[in-house]
């Protein structure tokens, strides 16, 4: 469990690294999504199945692709098209392919050996986990779910493209 806890530590910490130091969003996002797949692996790891399940389907799943939406609709023009352009040559997705396929073969092995989980583990149901999210952490909920609305909501709101209007003066007078 060693090898495999540092490998995907690796994976983890240099696609972050990636997710900071890159230009472009769209580039940004696919090691982000590798970063959470790498997260997800490691909760795997130290015996929390349900727990990595949740960070694939909600973070890297649902989320991700509620950013990429947005980036996506917040079009910036024929540039930002020609720039789409140059993301689809394989040299652009190699690496966080790379890291996924990796991350992946890690996880069948790791399943396929079917091992004992760690003594002193509590088993949670996910109904118990919804009792608690909806019970006594409900304002955490709400308050995180209002903010993904503002921040949706700004987002609209900074890339829309509006018309631009001049002074009824500066206006070409029809002939």
């Known amino acids: 469990m060693g090898v495999f806890f540092?490998?995907?530590a690796a994976i983890a910490v240099f696609s972050t690294a990636m997710v900071v130091t890159r230009f472009n969003i769209m580039h940004a996002l696919l090691y982000l999504i590798v970063s959470l797949l790498s997260v997800a692996v490691i909760f795997y790891l130290y015996g929390a199945p349900y727990m990595a399940s949740l960070e694939i389907i909600v973070y890297a799943g649902a989320i991700m692709v509620l950013i990429i939406f947005f980036v996506m609709?917040?079009?910036?023009?024929?540039?930002?098209?020609?720039?789409?352009?140059?993301?689809?040559?394989p040299g652009m997705w190699m690496v966080p392919a790379l890291f996924c396929v990796i991350l992946l073969g890690e996880l069948v092995y790791l399943i396929a050996q079917n091992h004992t989980p760690v003594t002193g583990i509590k088993e949670v149901p996910p109904k118990a986990v919804g009792r608690s999210l909806f019970g006594p952490y409900i304002l955490a909920v709400e308050l995180s779910a209002m903010l993904l609305m503002a921040g949706i909501v700004g987002?609209?709101?900074?890339g829309r493209q509006q018309p631009k209007t001049l002074h009824r003066f500066l206006q070409s007078k029809p002939s």
């Open 73 to 89: 609709m917040l079009n910036l023009g024929p540039e930002s098209t020609r720039l789409e352009k140059q993301w689809l040559k």
């Open 6 to 8: 540092y490998i995907t």
């Open 155 to 158: 987002a609209y709101h900074l």
